[in-house]
């Protein structure tokens, strides 16, 4: 089993930063990739960003600009720096983690529980 703990979030100015952190424990393999979700209330989970096993990141339209996704392979961490935050960011930050448990190619995913960003004045 694989367990994502997110830190990070918080109330935050509009035009603020925050670093939003996730850390993943457990039974781990090396072929894996880890990324950012979020769900604004009342919406939909939408796809952030990505980072792969081989370090390349992978962002959704319009996310590149202000959001910036990195990892630790090492430490099976992945960060999300936002920068110029807008009240249409707040939501419940989600990450996870995919990796590839067999030779043949099966994939399992985990989740974190979530961290609560608020953009408000």
């Known amino acids: 089993q694989v367990q994502l703990v997110e830190s990070g979030g918080g109330l935050v100015q509009p035009g603020g930063s925050l670093r939003l952190s996730c850390v993943a424990s457990g039974n781990i393999f090396s072929f894996n990739n880890m990324g950012w979700f979020r769900q604004p209330p009342g919406k939909q989970r939408e796809w952030i960003a990505t980072?792969?096993?081989?370090?390349?990141?992978q962002y959704a339209e319009d996310m590149e600009g202000r959001f910036t996704i990195s990892r630790d392979s090492a430490k099976d961490a992945v960060y999300l720096q936002m920068n110029s935050l807008k009240p249409g960011d707040s939501a419940v930050y989600y990450c996870?983690?995919?990796?590839?448990?067999?030779?043949?190619?099966?994939?399992?995913?985990?989740w974190g529980q979530g961290t609560q960003v608020t953009v408000s004045s």
């Open positions: 980072v792969t096993h081989d370090g390349r990141s």
């Open positions: 996870n983690l995919a990796h590839r448990i067999t030779s043949w190619g099966e994939w399992v995913t985990a």
